[in-house]
């Protein structure tokens, strides 16, 4: 049995730890709120974000993360993106021997870092890996089958924790192109918005399908030039989590974006990795040279410089040219 670590008590951490309290290991999540630890523990419920899906049995949480970290062997990091970094600064007690895994889709808009250069940052000496996918934690805690990939730049460490993470219903493919798998679960997310504004606009299902193609041309051409692979990209976690996030509300990202379509108020809706990431993806863009006119134009609706009915108007004026 290993020690697995959940930082983390929202609705993907919950999911995580359902899937390694299923895959036989002792778990244990982290959250904020003492309220919500106590729930988890002996409720077996998280409310806040699942609703009434009832979590594994075997799970605990708590409020100290001293505690949930102390003799972890494998930690799965499952914080939004933005707020990794503090987080991390309060791991000090991590061990030595842990293996530091990031489950969140995101790129730090004040470093311009990806989650695992967060980590490296922090913990140089640690292994680190990336979980990303197409998956709801709903789905995930109910049991319905679901795949993702594992990411490590050694590859015996990508099939060692996809092995101690799979189950019948979950299962991991690993993969050692650990940039191209968080590229492509940060800049869907992106895509995510852009396509959510067209639904929103009520521009027809044709619309969303070329917005689909051209944007997954644009963030290859993007993450390739990071250093990402192409067929990391046509994998899970990128074509993979941009066929689930560009095609439902249930993801924030995307129905974010259909807010930004209609006009709707925005207040209280849930976070969006993707508002956060745009900016920094077309700054990376930029300072590459990468034409990423998708991404131009979703920056453009979310500093109010155009109405999302405008930004479409451009991209549908730019000048024709081949496809490839």
Known sequence: MTKVAIIGGGAWGSALACISARAGHETSIWCRSLEQAEEISNKKHNSRYLGSLQLEDSITASNNLSNVIHKANTILLSTPAQSLGSVLSSCQMIGPDAM???????????????????????FPNHTIAALSGPSFAHDVVGGLPTAVTIASNEIAVAEELAKQLSTNTFR??????????????ALKNVLALAVGATRGMKLGASAEAALIARGFAEISRLAVSLGARSETLMGL?????????????????????????????LEGLKLAEGAFTASVALRLANDLA???PITSAIVDVLEKRVTAREAVEQLLTRPLKREN
């Not at 790129?107 to 922090?122: E, F, K, M, N, Y």
């Not at 993969?175 to 492509?184: M, P, R, V």
Request: with cysteine.
């Open 100 to 122: 530091l895994v990031t489950t969140c889709k995101g790129i730090d808009q004040s470093t311009g870092r990806l989650p695992s250069d967060s980590v490296r940052a922090a």
């Open 172 to 185: 991991c493919y690993a993969s050692n192109d650990l940039k191209g798998a968080e590229l492509g679960g």
């Open 237 to 265: 976690s990128g074509l993979g989590d941009i066929t689930l996030t560009c095609s439902t509300p249930q993801s924030r990202n995307f129905r974010f974006g259909m807010a930004l379509g209609s006009g709707e108020s």
């Open 290 to 292: 990468i034409d990423v």
